[in-house]
């Protein structure tokens, strides 16, 4: 069982920056994609962000590239998510999840991931 706290939202005015953390319980981090979707209101839940290979690969949205920038600190078991130049279609809550298979070519899909934060609120304010 793989147990996954978010922090780091909040409300931001446009263009701003926030950064989210997600520490991940679990025995080795480095075998998992660690990956960042979100969910506005009314709307599916979207991909985001994923890393994995120890931060050797990593995947974005294009909604987003440019703009954040996932990375893992592998001592901590902790994956980030910088987010920059934030826009107000980037309100949404923020959810860090964790999928076990590493050689999956779907990391765009919240159906590979087994494990699931409780989410964090973020509020861009134009």
């Known amino acids: 069982q793989v147990h996954l706290v978010e922090s780091g939202g909040g409300l931001v005015q446009a263009g701003g920056s926030l950064r989210l953390s997600c520490a991940a319980s679990?025995?080795?981090?480095?075998?998992?994609?660690m990956g960042w979707f979100r969910q506005a209101p009314g709307k599916e839940r979207e991909f985001v962000a994923a890393?994995?290979?120890?931060?050797?690969?990593?995947d974005y949205a294009d909604s987003v590239k440019g703009r954040f920038t996932i990375s893992t600190d592998n001592a901590k078991n902790t994956v980030h998510l910088q987010m920059n130049s934030l826009k107000a279609e980037d309100t949404a809550v923020y959810y860090c999840?964790?999928?076990?298979?590493?050689?999956?070519?779907?990391?765009?899909?919240?159906?590979?991931?087994?494990?699931w934060g409780q989410g964090t609120q973020v509020t861009v304010s134009s």
């Open positions: 679990v025995s080795t981090f480095s075998s998992y994609i």
């Open positions: 890393i994995r290979w120890r931060g050797a690969n990593t």
């Open positions: 999840a964790a999928s076990p298979r590493l050689m999956s070519a779907g990391v765009y899909s919240p159906l590979i991931y087994d494990y």
